[in-house]
């Protein structure tokens, strides 16, 4: 098992490399701050999957998972973002992530969405309760 990981702050890759350890035995974690590194690591690597974040020094937000998906269309890419915007998840998921995370709740959300996406799953953002019309107590 090759996993990737592509995000700039240190503190959030030691904590996913962690969890992709514990969540795959074995595993080999190779890390990139800036999508530059990510694509010549991928070039040289046979992955299995990419945990990717959208805000990178060079390029951020749909342009950094396209550009990714363009050259290796076949590498599966978990997003792992700051959003917890529904239409950012469903953004994603249409530009070829097979999953979503936000990073507020990737302690819990990450293995299961990392199994999920190796087994070639996808693993959307987890619904949230929406809040319901408000009733009249009375008049």
């Known amino acids: 098992m090759e996993v990737l990981l592509v ?16 969540t795959f035995s074995g595993a080999r974690v190779h890390t990139a701050v800036d999508l530059p590194e990510a694509l010549k690591i991928a070039a040289s690597r046979a992955l299995d999957l990419v945990l990717l974040d959208l805000t990178l ?11 990714f ?10 997003v792992v973002s700051a959003s917890e915007e529904k239409d950012r998840a469903e953004a994603c ?3 070829g992530a ?11 959300q990450l293995p299961p969405a990392m199994r999920a996406v190796v087994a070639g799953e996808s693993y959307p ?11 009249s107590l009375g008049t």
């Open 125 to 135: 953002l987890t619904s949230r309760p929406t809040a319901s019309p408000s009733t």
């Open 98 to 108: 097979r999953g979503f995370v936000a990073k507020t709740s990737a302690l819990t």
């Open 7 to 22: 995000d700039d702050q240190a503190v959030t890759v030691q904590v996913y490399a962690a969890t992709v350890s514990k």
């Open 57 to 67: 020094p060079t390029c951020s937000g749909l342009d950094a998972l396209e550009r």
């Open 93 to 95: 998921l249409a530009a």
């Open 69 to 78: 998906r363009r050259a290796f269309p076949d590498v599966p890419v978990l």
